[in-house]
């Protein structure tokens, strides 16, 4: 009877209509993504730490002591792990460094992927294959006197509370420390 009454073309809708997907209901939510699994790698990273290192005498720098603070803690639904980064000022380092680094896993790269701020005005992006038995790194480019240079940062786990961080510089196709610390929960 209905079809009777609709112009001609209309039963080919109605025939299209009839093999539609369904209507989503309005209360089902659309499913939310969940973080990579690979994010538990991060987990020795999460907590306080008071790190106690030297930095290395580079065209950058003369050798010093500093004294570091590292916390870290996941963070936006376990997306992210959001590490804060706070050098103590002391006469031999009368500019500390306060920097943000954020970390998360990059399914599609099959990696870690990074990103450095802080307060020199610096930002740039890292990456990480994971760990290799105790040891994770992370590479990128680092800006450097209006150039860049290779950063390798590698962070070793000595027990549940205590790593180790070394800050590595590739300069004229060499690498050399620039800082290195000794970490503990």
């Not at 290779?150 to 300069?171: I, Y």
Request: net charge positive; with cysteine; hydrophobic share 40%.
């Amino acid at each position: 009877m209905i079809r009777s009454l609709l112009p001609v073309g209309s039963a080919l809708v109605l025939a299209c209509l009839g093999t539609a997907a369904p209507a989503r209901s309005q209360d089902a939510a659309p499913k939310r993504p969940r973080p990579a699994p690979e994010m538990s790698q991060l987990g020795p990273f999460v907590g306080t730490f008071a790190c106690k290192g030297e930095a290395f005498a580079t065209p950058m720098s003369k050798q010093h002591e500093v004294e570091r603070t590292i916390t870290g803690r996941m963070d936006l639904d376990g997306f992210w792990l959001f590490m804060r980064f706070e050098d103590k000022g002391t006469e031999v380092n009368p500019a500390p460094i306060r920097g943000n680094w954020q970390l998360t896993y990059d399914a599609k790269q099959r990696s870690f992927a990074a990103v450095w701020t802080d307060n020199l005005g610096r930002w740039f992006p890292q990456t990480s294959p994971g760990w290799s038995g105790e040891t994770i790194g992370f590479t990128g480019e680092f800006p450097l006197n209006n150039q860049t240079a290779a950063v390798r940062d590698s962070f070793t786990r000595k027990s549940e509370q205590e790593m180790t961080m070394t800050v590595e510089l590739r300069v004229d196709g060499a690498w050399m420390r620039f800082l290195q610390f000794d970490c503990r929960k």
